[in-house]
């Protein structure tokens, strides 16, 4: 299991988190998503063997979001 936070711009409301939340968390091998509005953040524990951290940052590319 790997743990990483990326840095999330253009998050703005409750709506925001749960796009992400749920976009992400739908990926195979995620098992945990949380989103800090505030510090514009998002904890992702996930498994390597599943899904990659370049298929977790498209997905939250896709929502419209962009990751650093």
Do not use: F, P
């Not at 098992?31 to 800090?36: C, G, L």
Request: proline letters at 0%; a negative charge.
């Amino acid at each position: 299991m790997r743990n990483i936070t990326l840095n999330v711009s253009g998050m703005s409301c409750g709506h925001c988190v749960k796009a992400i939340e749920g976009a992400v968390g739908k990926l195979e091998g995620v098992s945990n998503v949380e989103v800090h509005l505030e510090t514009g953040k998002v904890d992702i524990a996930y498994e390597e063997e599943k899904v990659n951290l370049e298929e977790i940052k498209e997905v939250i590319d896709d929502q419209g979001y962009d990751v650093e």
